[in-house]
């Protein structure tokens, strides 16, 4: 998939797109906070581009995407997916996203109804509807804490689970346990990456963006029943942000819910052949159960 730069008014949103095929239809992937477009597993980006154009890009501050001071807003991170749809000739998209991509992916079908053919929410917490939410407050977080204890660790149970977490995590050492945590479906979102790390900690720390992302400015409970697209929501049973698929599948008028048994917050990437399951138990998207078969055989 080779990258190319899309430009949106002045921001510079770095793209990878696969091969245009005959179908005419396209995917675009949104990916959440703390990562970058490398998020979507191989496996499920290939199973896509059998038969379609598949586009994913670096949201703004992330990747290889430019980080402006100020714009984080859902508007402004709305005319990124508009300006790679636009730059690719893309009419409509099926757009799957995750985490904190979900808002975006549901205020784009908000706001521009006509781009949108149908939606994937991949374990999208949507701040608007589902509030705070402490690390303590989290239903499995007292048995990950008792394995971080028999391994002489402990975390602050008060940290909030927002953008700030990676950040105030990177100090804590999880060589020890992380196998075994995640395992379990425990979403350690640490900074890796050396790289990437430090542009995450600028984007927190110097830009407008914890300020832009704490709002979630538009994207409200009472209009979530405007979405009328098809949509997905894929969420893990053991994921902090279940209560957000909940609240959406009783406001949405057209949902349909997947749950993985096991699953923790990044089950696309962890978990890319449940997933795949998934998305094909969904006709919409048109992802068939024997080719996921195949390909995960």
Not at 115 to 127: A, K, N, P
Not at 201 to 224: K, M, N, P, Q, S
């Amino acid at each position: 998939m080779p990258i190319t730069g899309v430009s949106n008014q002045g921001v510079k949103i770095s793209c990878r797109s696969t091969t245009p095929v005959e179908s005419g239809r396209t995917a675009l992937f949104i990916h959440g906070l703390n990562t970058n477009l490398a998020f979507w597993h191989p496996l499920i980006v290939r199973q896509l581009a059998a038969d379609r154009l598949v586009l994913c890009y670096d949201q703004r501050g992330h990747g290889g995407s430019d980080m402006p001071a100020t714009g984080y807003t859902l508007d402004h991170q709305v005319g990124d997916a508009l300006a790679v749809l636009d730059a690719h000739e893309v009419a409509a998209a099926d757009v799957i996203a995750h985490s904190f991509g979900a808002g975006v992916a549901l205020q784009l079908a908000r706001k521009h109804p006509d781009r949108v053919r149908t939606i994937t929410v991949l374990d999208g917490r949507i701040r608007s509807i589902q509030g705070v939410v402490r690390l303590g407050d989290w239903e499995h977080f007292p048995r990950w804490s008792r394995q971080l204890a028999d391994a002489g660790m402990t975390v602050d149970p008060t940290w909030e689970i927002d953008c700030r977490l990676p950040v105030r995590l990177e100090a804590v050492d999880f060589s020890r346990v992380s196998g075994v945590l995640e395992a379990d479906g425990f979403f350690v979102p640490r900074l890796t990456n050396k790289r990437a790390g430090q542009k995450y900690r600028r984007l927190i720390a110097e830009t407008t963006a914890f300020e832009d992302y704490d709002r979630c400015v538009g994207l409200t409970r009472d209009v979530l029943c405007e979405i009328h697209q098809p949509t997905l929501l894929v969420y893990g049973t053991h994921s902090p942000f279940v209560p957000s698929c909940e609240i959406l599948a009783a406001e949405m008028p057209n949902v349909h819910v997947e749950l993985i048994a096991g699953a923790g917050h990044n089950f696309p990437l962890s978990l890319p052949e449940p997933t795949l399951r998934a998305l094909a138990a969904w006709p919409p998207l048109g992802v068939t159960t024997s080719e996921v078969s195949e390909l995960t055989s």
